[in-house]
């Protein structure tokens, strides 16, 4: 059974750092495009940042140089780090992997559609 399982998620002051984690079970999130995805209040989702099975990263414009996505192979574990933390970075967070029978696309790792969504973590930035 597929499992997505994010932490990390705080309050923190603008400026501040925080690293988010996505434990996956059931399946090897290597041999997947996985990426990280924020809700906030009133608005759509979007994609933040996915890592592909050959090891390519994609960002959005909003995340780039400031986040950085990786993942511990051995443990099935997805990070992201996220620098110089905005009022805008405020959001629900997600973790999730490509599924071809998801109807959610998004232009990571070259387009893909994603599913299998974990239950989220909350980040805060206070300004």
């Known amino acids: 059974q597929v499992r997505l399982v994010e932490s990390g998620g705080d309050s923190v002051q603008a400026g501040g750092s925080l690293r988010l984690s996505c434990a996956a079970s059931?399946?090897?999130?290597?041999?997947?495009?996985i990426g990280w995805f924020r809700q906030a209040p009133g608005k759509e989702r979007e994609g933040v940042a996915a890592?592909?099975?050959?090891?390519?990263?994609s960002y959005a414009d909003s995340a780039k140089g400031r986040f950085t996505i990786s993942q511990d192979n051995a443990n099935n574990i997805l990070y992201l780090q996220m620098n110089n933390l905005k009022p805008e970075d405020t959001a629900m967070y997600y973790c999730?992997?490509?599924?071809?029978?998801?109807?959610?696309?998004?232009?990571?790792?070259?387009?893909?559609?994603?599913?299998?969504w974990g239950q989220g973590t909350q980040v805060t930035v206070s300004s």
């Open positions: 999730a992997r490509e599924s071809v029978t998801s109807i959610y696309w998004y232009p990571l790792c070259r387009g893909r559609r994603f599913g299998d």
């Open positions: 059931g399946f090897r999130s290597s041999s997947y495009c």
């Open positions: 890592v592909d099975s050959d090891g390519s990263t």
